[in-house]
């Protein structure tokens, strides 16, 4: 029987599996819904420029869900389709994860070490906190695109400071001159980084270096470690309060694989499916659905994501392409980014996020059947605190673009308003005793043993950055913390 059961190929997956399968005597076995090539030489080009984001409606590597969300579907997950923004969480951030976790295991001292270890910085790994010999390569761009060098200009221009290296620990600092230099007030914004500066990024050689690259094929001889692609793992099966396998699909075959514990690495929508699906979840939810309830928890209930108000204007077409991301600006609670590529034909996107939102959305189930999409209602701008605050980022983004976007009332927010595609916190983190919490600070689900969680959805609180370098700490921190 196998020791480790891991579910989903993706960011976190990859890390996971090729982690605990470093020891020999550990059997790993890994199931991932999407395709998986049988090398890294064989994956698509288009999957391996970082330029490209292979995400639209002709994509075949994608899980889709109403509102627009897309996930990736595929070996690497959303880490082989993003455009490599690997930023790590703040020092701040950490603070206030280990303060919900109610463990000291997700300070930021505490997880320095792991920053460090999974990281090659090519242009600061010498500094301070920084990792030299790690397995995922970051470099920041040379040779900006014109966009990008306009943006970095313009923010000088209006006095705010360049930040050198995004991925340092930050001296955090209320909002004072450079706030004031845009001419606009950010309203209630917690303390943060303000300044704008070079995007820390996974490439190699021109290429994505997610965790398939960085972790999972390079690890795929070992014997010990086994890979199912196009399989999806449809329900957990329990028995008593333990989890002893899973049942899967693929094609027209299915079947049962049994293992000593399992991991869930789907994501922050298919890992908190799967455990509804599985009896383990709201009880009047599981009751509706016909699921036999095995435990009550309160999985979906509290997620959050970035919201995200694309400022668009005319620009001419690009004559090259570029890394989607390759500069942003730091508000606090706000990040500003000058996207290389044109979403819509003929104009340029500055994208506002709010990456500490008030509001908080739900993940549901409308049938316990694994072929009907997940239901996400991210319950974005329901908190006034937040409108304020994105409506003063798209002032300063018009300043920064010298163009008068009129009255930014809350009606112009919502029909602007989009995704940042960062979905976390369906199966959030906390003490047993948290009505909010459903799993530990190790990851695994109160009241359910052999079964860990590590990916994106035990977050519990909300990131002040794109979530990949998040990912892939969390799934070193729990896979070798599952080793000891």
């Known amino acids: 029987m196998t020791d480790t059961l891991v579910v989903g190929a993706g960011s976190a997956g990859c890390v996971v599996a090729a982690e605990l399968s470093a020891d020999p005597a550990h059997t790993v076995r890994v199931f991932e819904a999407g395709p998986v090539w049988p090398s890294a030489t064989a994956v698509p080009a288009d999957l391996l420029d970082p330029r490209q984001l292979p995400v639209g409606p002709e994509s075949g590597v994608v899980w889709r869900y109403a509102g627009n969300i897309v996930r990736g579907r595929l070996i690497g997950g959303s880490g082989a389709i993003n455009g490599s923004y690997f930023v790590r969480p703040t020092a701040a951030d950490f603070t206030a994860w280990s303060a919900v976790a109610g463990s000291a295991r997700w300070s930021f001292d505490a997880v320095l070490p792991f920053l460090r270890d999974v990281e090659t910085d090519h242009d600061f790994g010498a500094a301070?906190?920084?990792?030299?010999?790690?397995?995922?390569?970051?470099?920041?761009?040379?040779?900006?695109?014109?966009?990008?060098?306009?943006?970095?200009?313009?923010?000088?221009?209006?006095?705010?400071?360049?930040?050198?290296?995004?991925?340092?620990?930050?001296?955090?600092?209320?909002?004072?001159?450079?706030?004031?230099?845009?001419?606009?007030?950010?309203?209630?914004?917690?303390?943060?980084?303000?300044?704008?500066?070079?995007?820390?990024?996974?490439?190699?050689?021109?290429?994505?270096?997610?965790?398939?690259?960085?972790?999972?094929?390079?690890?795929?001889?070992r014997p010990n470690l086994t890979i199912a692609g196009t399989t999806m793992v449809t329900r957990l099966v329990v028995r008593g309060a333990r989890v002893v396998g899973v049942e899967w699909t693929r094609g027209r075959a299915h079947g049962t694989a049994y293992a000593d514990r399992v991991i869930l690495c789907a994501g922050a929508v298919e890992s908190a499916a799967l455990l509804i699906r599985s009896g383990i979840g709201p009880e009047p939810l599981l009751r509706s659905l016909g699921v036999p309830v095995v435990r009550p928890a309160p999985v979906g209930q509290w997620c959050t994501d970035h919201p995200e108000i694309g400022v668009e204007y005319p620009a001419p077409a690009p004559t090259t392409s570029a890394v989607a991301l390759e500069y942003v600006l730091e508000l606090g609670d706000l990040e500003l980014r000058p996207y290389t590529p044109m979403f819509t034909p003929g104009l340029r996107r500055l994208g506002v996020a709010?990456?500490?939102?008030?509001?908080?959305?739900?993940?549901?189930?409308?049938?316990?059947?694994?072929?009907?999409?997940?239901?996400?209602?991210?319950?974005?701008?329901?908190?006034?605190?937040?409108?304020?605050?994105?409506?003063?980022?798209?002032?300063?983004?018009?300043?920064?673009?010298?163009?008068?976007?009129?009255?930014?009332?809350?009606?112009?927010?919502?029909?602007?308003?989009?995704?940042?595609?960062?979905?976390?916190?369906?199966?959030?983190?906390?003490?047993?005793?948290?009505?909010?919490?459903?799993?530990?600070?190790?990851?695994?689900?109160?009241?359910?043993?052999?079964?860990?969680?590590?990916?994106?959805?035990?977050?519990?609180?909300?990131?002040?950055?794109?979530?990949?370098?998040?990912?892939?700490?969390?799934?070193?921190?729990?896979?070798?913390?599952?080793?000891?």
């Not at 209602?377 to 605050?389: N, P, T, V």
């Open 128 to 221: 301070p906190g920084h990792g030299a010999t790690g397995p995922i390569p970051i470099r920041r761009t040379a040779d900006p695109a014109p966009v990008s060098v306009d943006f970095a200009a313009r923010c000088a221009a209006m006095g705010f400071t360049e930040i050198a290296d995004l991925n340092a620990r930050p001296e955090v600092r209320p909002p004072g001159r450079e706030t004031r230099a845009a001419g606009v007030e950010i309203p209630g914004h917690p303390p943060g980084a303000v300044g704008f500066g070079r995007v820390p990024l996974a490439i190699a050689d021109g290429r994505r270096a997610g965790p398939a690259f960085t972790h999972l094929y390079p690890a795929l001889a």
């Open 354 to 484: 709010l990456m500490y939102p008030e509001s908080t959305g739900t993940l549901t189930l409308v049938s316990a059947d694994p072929a009907v999409p997940a239901r996400i209602d991210q319950g974005y701008l329901r908190a006034a605190a937040d409108r304020d605050r994105l409506r003063a980022g798209v002032e300063v983004a018009a300043r920064i673009l010298d163009r008068p976007l009129g009255t930014i009332d809350d009606a112009w927010l919502r029909s602007h308003l989009g995704t940042s595609q960062h979905l976390s916190g369906t199966c959030r983190m906390g003490p047993a005793d948290d009505p909010r919490a459903v799993v530990d600070d190790h990851g695994r689900v109160h009241g359910i043993e052999g079964l860990t969680v590590a990916d994106l959805s035990i977050v519990p609180v909300p990131l002040g950055r794109g979530p990949q370098a998040a990912t892939v700490l969390l799934a070193t921190v729990i896979a070798r913390r599952h080793r000891v």
